[in-house]
């Protein structure tokens, strides 16, 4: 994705989420369920979260 760009996060789940950076750089607070979270990354990088009640759900976000 290009710098500037938004991520939208929609929790479809059951329990509350979160999209957390382990570097500290962004933080959602809980995503209810129905909820979403949006964050623009406007410097190109690699951006890895997690979900802090499930730790195993994490992903990357690479901005150019």
């Known amino acids: 994705m290009s710098?500037?760009?938004r991520v939208t996060?929609?929790?479809t789940g059951r329990g509350s989420h979160t999209?957390?950076?382990p570097e500290g750089l962004f933080d959602s607070?809980?995503?209810e369920n129905g909820a979403s979270w949006s964050y623009v990354f406007d410097v190109p990088g690699i951006y890895n979260y997690f979900c802090v009640p499930y730790p195993w759900m994490k992903g990357t976000i690479i901005v150019r």
Do not use: K, M, P
Request: no cysteine.
């Open 3 to 5: 710098a500037g760009s």
């Open 9 to 11: 996060w929609l929790n």
């Open 19 to 21: 999209v957390t950076s």
């Open 29 to 31: 607070g809980f995503i």
